[in-house]
């Protein structure tokens, strides 16, 4: 009993830590594995044993073999099916990234047509980057490789000792849930307020300058330097031996070592170089230079650190100027600015910062660098063939999943098609350590007995309604963690509550297992809930109402074709 409670209060701590988003959750999830082994729970060996459970290492393989995939022109010829009418282009792109997200990265497909659709001459952005990121994840609904959240799940399948997930096991349901959800997407998307009808300079950037000790600005006031009357930049705070003002009085006269931090557009930034003595970061870098803006991906380990904790100059061989965050009005230091995924940089570029961007995988998008590496056609056309041929085997049972890709990957590197270093790079470090962890954690619930503790509650609240009710507590319940926290942390703390239910009412567990396969896949209203949505988010200017007025319609009827179809296809 007293191991249960420990195991429980760890999950509970873990939730709170993913739900306040105290952490990255590959730290959460591995503090709570090693509490676990730390309060005797487990043993060293269990504990890191499940690290190398043979789907986990499927997944690793499988999301490293989609590297060269994205070196091919395979993502970037989708541009070619956007035309000039909204309806259909929205229809084309939509089914084209459904198509393509249920093969490879969803991130790297979003990334590749946010470029195609930003430059795009007649057909307004707002209106077809947020479907974008819906149509991914739509499409990842499809195979067994079309998200992590389904490869994380098998994991767990395989770890209890039951028959794998067939590749294309929930592709009956993902077509149906694709054919009923994109029409909807495609209608609601229709009434998206467009707000990047402006260019990005109209976006509010972040930028900090020193008065130095010879500046003629020393000894005015704000008013009679006119700081106020700077076009399309407003003076939004001073600060003063460590005293932040704000609202900025106009009276307030001005010292040397007094840090002015400004909130407006990127053309107002050249405006500040009519003042003496203001000096700000990479001024000396900027002048002459052309600058680059660069978006910061999800997942980055940039994300939760400021400027000055990752040596970005020394890193990147570039200096940022300047930052943005959507709408958002920034405060404090530039360089101590905890920066999140989505923020845009405004960078001096050094000549090797293009080089440098590329290796780190850091940035979604950067404007004026090109950061795609690609492949001759013929190795491209090896690439896909070999990827394709890997997954045809494997349907008609002649290769196993795993060796067919271990081979592959083989084959890429010596081939030339991928190297060491791009391998180093996208090895998901995080995704490993977040699966070992889970499965880690999942052991020990069902050795304390939580596991079956929290399906009886929930038994307590659906048992009027049967093994039925108990089946959409459980859809319900995934449902709500990924809108909480990521949809891989809601599949690894769903499955062995499903699991405990299926064994207690004595059915197949499949049913069980595809309702978290689902719920965890329905990232669907909060913007914080999946990657690509936060990709978008600053890039559209998209507010919250935007995510609910697509997100909950289509949540809706996805959640009732899942409840409908899961039954029908994986009887209890």
């Known amino acids: 009993m007293l191991a249960s409670f420990a195991i429980a209060a760890i999950l509970i701590l873990l939730l709170l830590g993913l739900a306040f988003n105290l952490a990255r959750p590959a730290t959460l999830f591995f503090i709570a594995a090693i509490s676990a082994y730390l309060l005797n729970l487990t043993s060293f060996a269990d504990t890191f044993s499940h690290f190398t459970n043979s789907s986990l290492l499927l997944l690793v393989l499988i999301l490293m073999a989609t ?30 990234t459904a198509a393509l997200s249920s093969i490879t990265n969803n991130t790297a497909v979003v990334a590749t047509l946010i470029r195609v659709i930003k430059r795009h001459p007649h057909l307004p952005a707002g209106k077809f980057l947020l479907p974008l990121s819906y149509a991914a994840i739509l499409g990842g609904t499809l195979t067994l490789i079309g ?75 704000v008013l009679d330097n006119q700081l106020r009357a700077l076009k399309q930049l407003y003076l939004a705070e001073l600060e003063r031996n460590g005293v932040k003002i704000a609202p900025v009085p106009p009276g307030l006269t001005l010292k040397a070592g007094d840090k002015l931090r400004f909130s407006g557009a990127l053309d107002s930034v050249e405006l500040l170089h009519q003042f003496d003595g203001l000096e700000w970061f990479a001024k000396s870098q900027a002048d002459g230079q052309n600058l680059v803006e660069a978006v910061i991906a999800p997942g980055a380990s940039l ?47 050094g000549s090797d910062f293009s080089r440098r961007a590329r290796r780190s995988g850091d940035f979604t998008l950067v404007s004026g660098v090109d950061l795609a590496t690609r492949l001759e056609p013929k190795k491209a056309v090896m690439a896909i063939l070999g990827f394709a041929g890997v997954l045809v085997l494997n349907l008609l ?12 990957m083989l084959a890429y590197v ?32 069902y050795d304390t007995g939580l ?66 396969v689902f719920g965890a896949s329905a990232s669907l209203i909060s913007p914080f809930s999946y990657q690509t949505h936060l990709m978008v988010l600053p890039i559209g200017n998209y507010k919250f109402r935007d995510y609910l007025r697509l997100g909950l319609p289509i949540s809706i009827v996805y959640s009732a074709l899942i409840i409908w179809l899961v039954p029908k296809v994986f009887p209890f």
């Open 67 to 96: 590297t060269a995939l994205e070196k091919t022109p395979l993502l970037s010829s989708i541009g070619k099916l956007i035309g000039n009418g909204k309806t259909s282009s929205l229809f084309r792109l939509g089914l084209t």
């Open 147 to 221: 998200t992590s959240t389904h490869l994380i799940v098998n994991s767990f399948v395989v770890e209890a000792g039951l028959q794998p997930i067939g590749f294309f096991e929930f592709s009956y349901i993902g077509l149906i849930i694709v054919s009923v959800c994109l029409p909807l997407l495609v209608l609601l998307a229709l009434g998206l307020k467009d707000r990047t009808y402006h260019d990005d300079a109209s976006l509010p950037y972040f930028l900090e300058a020193t008065v130095n000790e010879t500046s003629k600005l020393i000894g005015n006031s």
């Open 303 to 349: 994300v939760g650190r400021s400027l000055k904790s990752v040596l970005f100059r020394e890193n990147f061989d570039g200096a940022v100027m300047a930052i943005r965050r959507g709408q958002q009005r920034l405060s404090g230091g530039l360089g101590d600015t905890k920066l999140a995924a989505g923020d845009a940089l405004l960078i001096c570029p």
């Open 397 to 408: 049972q002649l290769v196993d999943l795993t060796k067919g890709f271990i081979v592959l």
């Open 414 to 445: 010596a081939l030339g098609i991928l190297n060491l270093r791009e391998l180093k790079r996208r090895f998901p470090v995080e995704l490993v350590v977040i699966v070992g962890s889970a499965l880690s954690l999942a052991s020990i619930m």
């Open 451 to 516: 596991a079956n503790q929290i399906a009886q509650g929930i038994l307590t609240i659906f048992n009027p309604y049967g093994v039925m009710g108990a089946f959409i507590g459980v859809y319900l319940m995934t449902l709500l963690l990924t809108e909480m926290v990521t949809n891989n942390a809601a599949a690894a703390l769903a499955f062995p509550i499903a699991y405990s239910l299926a064994l207690h009412y004595g059915v197949e567990p499949r049913s069980f297992i595809m309702a978290v």
